[in-house]
T-cell receptor, first 113, second 110 residues
């Protein structure tokens, strides 16, 4: 099993460009999450999904959109990138509602110039 | 006020030493508590859950103090491989979203 994978691993964007980050999990997990991690801030939840076809806003959803068309995939979109979105993005998944054990992907490092 | 706060450190300790640090949380209704470990430029991984009665996992001991709203992690007989950032994680009641602390960095030197 690959666990949780993310693509791309690293990306540089110019302000105003758009992109999509892909998260895939092969553990048949119902719950999936997108976080961003910034220095001194800890991980902050952007959006999450409790099942195929459902999404919900997290703590810092502005400027991002998500889709969960297939159970194994969770996409994070940036429609018009801003320098404030420079960050490390982690996807995670879990099988339990409690989210006790969240399995994280390796992260995507995004730099917006 | 942040939901979860940690001393960022760094805690620099020699091999074999004991190191301990705390994490405070603001929501008194929080139900579940965890410690995750994050190595440099890697993803977080679950280290251990924190139970009301306290629990041990080898050289690691976690404690919960509900009255003062903090959890602690103690590492005994530190190894070089324990060098990492330790993230405190809290889940509120009726909620499955994790709140992360910013992390405490531990560096174990030879």
């Amino acid at each position: 099993n690959a666990g949780v994978t993310q693509t791309p691993k690293f990306r540089v964007l110019k302000t105003g460009q758009s992109m999509t980050l892909l998260c895939a999990q092969d553990m048949n997990h119902e719950y999936m999450y997108w976080y961003r991690q910034d220095p001194g801030m800890g991980l902050r939840l952007i959006h999450y999904s409790v099942g195929e076809g459902t999404t919900a806003k997290g703590e810092v959803p502005d400027g991002y959109n998500v889709s969960r068309l297939k159970k194994q995939n969770f996409l994070l979109g940036l429609e018009s990138a801003a320098p404030s979105q420079t960050s490390v993005y982690f996807c995670a998944s879990s099988s339990q509602a409690s989210g006790e054990t969240q399995y994280f992907g390796p992260g995507t490092r995004l730099l917006v110039l | 006020r942040k939901e979860v706060e940690q001393d960022p450190g760094p805690f620099n300790v020699p091999e074999g030493a004991t190191v301990a640090f705390n994490c405070t949380y603001s929501n008194s209704a929080s139900q579940s508590f965890f410690w995750y470990r994050q190595d440099c430029r890697k993803e977080p991984k679950l280290l251990m859950s924190v139970y009301s009665s306290g629990n041990e996992d080898g050289r690691f001991t976690a404690q919960l103090n509900r009255a003062s709203q903090y959890i602690s992690l103690l590492i005994r007989d530190s190894k070089l491989s324990d060098s990492a950032t330790y993230l405190c994680v809290v889940i509120g009641s009726n909620d499955y979203k994790l709140s992360f602390g910013a992390g405490t960095t531990v560096t174990v030197r030879a």
